[in-house]
T-cell receptor, first 112, second 113 residues
């Protein structure tokens, strides 16, 4: 069974640009969550989607947004990039009746 | 709100030493508790979990017991190996259906031969 797949693995963007990250969950998993990991703030929850609906949202500005498609694949978008958005962005998927989250390898975003 | 307090690192041990990484939590209701491990350049891997009081999670020689009375979930291993070098995160989810994971700050573990 394939794991959680995140693309791309690495990205370099310039301040002010926008970026879209993609996450394909494990087959059969309908819940997808996104996390930001930085050395200063650690792991912080961004949002969670279930069956194409945002079910929960963390404390991030509106520049951070996401969506989920009917096949459960998810994307997150960050607009007007700032230097502080440089981070490892992790996606996790979960089966409907399980508390266990499976993480992808992450997308390393560098804003210059 | 929910929070996880984790033992500060980094931790350096010799091979075959005993490991303890402390973790305490604050949460509403009856949280599920997890230990995740992150190897360099990788995402997070679930190491073990416990979903109710007095449960013991175990995997690859690691163990942790859900202690509701002390709100703790300490990670232990009797004999560490060089391959255990990684960053370890304690985490919780407070309600099934609200799947947000709250993480501790992580503990970097280095095992020297």
């Amino acid at each position: 069974k394939a794991g959680v797949t995140q693309t791309p693995r690495y990205l370099i963007k310039t301040r002010g640009q926008q970026v879209t990250l993609s996450c394909s969950p494990i087959s059969g998993h309908r819940s997808v969550s996104w996390y930001q990991q930085t050395p200063g703030q650690g792991l912080q929850f961004l949002f969670e989607y279930f069956s194409e609906t945002q079910r929960n949202k963390g404390n991030f500005p509106g520049r951070f947004s996401g969506r989920q498609f009917s096949n459960s694949r998810s994307e997150m978008n960050v607009s007007t990039l700032e230097l502080g958005d440089s981070a490892l962005y992790l996606c996790a998927s979960r089966a409907p009746t399980n508390t266990e989250a499976f993480f992808g390898q992450g997308t390393r975003l560098t804003v210059v | 709100g929910d929070s996880v307090t984790q033992m500060e690192g980094p931790v350096t041990l010799s091979e075959e030493a005993f490991l303890t990484i402390n973790c305490t939590y604050t949460a509403t209701g009856y949280p599920s508790l997890f230990w995740y491990v992150q190897y360099p350049g990788e995402g997070l891997q679930l190491l073990l979990k416990a979903t109710k009081a007095d449960d013991k999670g175990s995997n690859k020689g690691f163990e942790a017991t859900y202690r509701k009375e002390t709100t703790s979930f300490h990670l232990e291993k009797g004999s560490v190996q060089v391959s255990d070098s990684a960053v370890y995160f304690c985490a919780l989810t407070s309600n099934f259906g609200n799947e947000k994971l709250t993480f501790g700050t992580g503990t970097r573990l280095t095992i020297i031969p």
